[in-house]
Each structure stands twice: as structure tokens, then as C-alpha cells.
């Protein structure tokens, strides 16, 4: 028969055991790190970019962009091609701002009809229907922005009636342009949404060509996204990182970065900002953008 070890034995046995798993998981630690120290990391992995395709459609396809980035707003890509039209049926609280990218067609609202060739804005008053359709071997690329409204948003609204009466719809050469302290003189910008339109939301346009850049800034009172338009190519970079924007890809500012944007000699900058503030407060940040007086 085997002898059971003495109480001391026991004791010291137990010890070992919990000194040896100790010894090992520190090991195994000490070899997972040695295994991720010589990784590259991936430049741009901080800034989320997805591109999108422009192809021919028949009938309305959708895809969501950016699920999930920005608390409380959607960004969705909507083709319309065919014979067929979208609906878009108000939601009492939510904002939606159309950004048509590419394609012909029309947007009705109410009784108002908005016939649209390429890069348009399109705003309906709170409680608006929208309703789509393409023109004739067209298909319509639009960008839907929808925007969860709050009670304080929604009281909002009422204090600025005279942006309820009305669609605002504008090609994008047609909105006011602007000037700012971080981008050169030879710079175009333009207010596609002013303030107010929609409580907490403003949208512009950048447009340049290389060699120029948009000077590195941040603004943690707001989230942000960047579209390129058609045949923009530039360099964003953002606390170190740096992603390449090109023509239909929408890309996600990192909330509180040091960010700017560049592009090379020979290469075009245009693309479309769109702020999303966290309060009204924060839309302070705005009057920065110096209106152009017309020449």
C-alpha cells in the first residue's frame, strides 16, 4: 500500500504547483509578446474607410455605410435605377439629408419636384416625404444621412421656422462659399447645410488641386465624416496615421484627433465634410468658416 504523505508533504506540494503554474503562464505571456513585437502595424488602421461602387442598377439597392461609427447617425448608399422609384416616408424623429453623388433624376417632395443632374444637396422640412426616381438609362447614386433627433433637436426645430417652410435643394457649385484660416487662398469651399437647418448638423465641400493641405486641427466637440467626390485623391492623416481618400469613399475622422489632409502635386482635393456636434454649443466651431463676399 502506498503511504499517504504527511500534512507538511501536502502543504509543500500545493506550493510547488501554484509556483509552476505561475512560472508558466508567465511564459506563455513572455512568448505571445515576443510572437506580436515584430508585426507591422498597418498605417491608417485608426481611420475607417470604405469605398463604394457606382455601378449600373435596376431598380433601388441599399447598403449601409459605416455601421455603427457615429452614435446616432446612419449613413446609407442608395441606387435608383429602372422604372421603378424609392419612398422615403418621414420619421417624426429623425432628420434626412440626401447628398446626390452621381446620375440623373428627380426628387419629389409634397408637390415640389427637383430635377437633379449629379452633385446635389436635397434637405426636406421635419415631416417631409421624399420620393426618387431616375431619369430614363440613368441610375441615381445618392448618399442618405439620417440623424436620430433628440427632445431638445426637436424643440430646436421651432426656433428656426423659416428653415421649415421649404425644401433646400442646391447643386453643389450653386452653395455659398467660405473661407477658413486652414486652407490656402487658392482653396474653394462651400456650405452645402448651414447651421440650423438641422439641429446639430452642418455640411461643405473642399476643393483644391496639389500641392496643398488642409492644415491639421482637431474639434472634439463634434464627430465627422469625409466623402470624396469625383475625382479626389488625397491624403488624410490623423494623429500619426495616415489613410488614402479616393472618389466615392467615405471615411470617418477619429473623434479628438489631430488630423489634416494633403494632396500631391498634379492630384485634385474635393471632397464633402459633414459635422455632427454633440451639443448646440459646440456648433461655435462654424464661425470659423468666413463667408466670400461675391466679387
Not at 475607417?48 to 449601409?64: I, K, N, T, Y
Not at 489632409?261 to 459633414?274: E, L, N, S
Request: proline residues 7%; aromatic residues 8%; contains cysteine.
Amino acid at each position: 500500500m502506498l503511504s499517504t504523505p504527511p500534512p507538511a508533504a501536502h502543504t509543500f506540494l500545493r506550493c510547488y504547483y501554484r509556483w509552476a503554474a505561475g512560472l508558466c503562464l508567465v511564459t506563455l505571456l513572455a512568448l505571445a509578446a515576443c510572437s506580436t513585437a515584430n508585426v507591422p502595424q498597418v498605417a491608417g488602421f485608426k481611420i475607417p474607410v470604405v469605398d463604394l461602387a457606382l455601378e449600373s442598377a435596376s431598380g433601388v439597392q441599399s447598403r449601409p455605410l459605416m455601421a455603427g461609427e457615429i452614435l446616432g447617425v446612419d449613413v446609407e448608399h442608395l441606387s435608383v435605377g429602372g422604372d421603378v422609384s424609392h419612398l422615403e416616408p418621414a420619421v417624426s424623429d429623425r432628420a434626412v439629408v440626401w447628398l446626390v453623388v452621381d446620375g440623373r433624376g428627380t426628387l419629389i417632395a409634397k408637390d415640389q419636384s427637383f430635377e437633379v443632374d449629379g452633385e446635389t444637396i436635397a434637405r426636406a422640412p421635419q415631416g417631409w416625404d421624399w420620393r426618387i426616381q431616375a431619369a430614363p438609362g440613368s441610375t441615381l447614386h445618392l448618399l442618405r444621412i439620417r440623424q436620430q433627433l433628440t427632445p431638445d433637436d426637436l424643440q430646436e426645430l421651432t426656433s428656426h421656422t423659416e428653415f421649415q417652410q421649404a425644401p433646400h435643394v442646391k447643386r453643389f457649385q450653386e452653395c455659398e462659399p467660405y473661407s477658413e484660416a486652414i486652407k490656402s487662398p487658392k482653396t474653394i469651399s462651400r456650405t452645402l447645410l448651414p447651421e440650423n437647418y438641422v439641429p446639430r448638423m452642418a455640411m461643405g465641400t473642399v476643393e483644391t488641386t496639389g500641392p496643398d493641405a488642409v492644415g491639421e486641427h482637431k474639434h472634439p466637440m463634434l464627430e465627422q465624416f469625409f466623402f470624396g467626390l469625383r475625382g479626389n485623391d488625397i491624403t488624410v492623416t490623423a494623429d500619426g496615421e495616415t489613410a488614402n481618400l479616393k472618389q466615392f469613399a467615405l471615411l470617418h475622422i477619429p473623434l479628438g484627433s489631430m488630423h489634416g489632409a494633403q494632396v500631391a502635386d498634379g492630384k485634385k482635393m474635393h471632397y464633402i465634410w459633414m459635422d455632427f456636434f454633440f451639443n448646440k454649443e459646440g456648433q461655435e466651431w462654424l464661425q470659423m468658416h468666413k463667408p466670400v463676399e461675391p466679387k
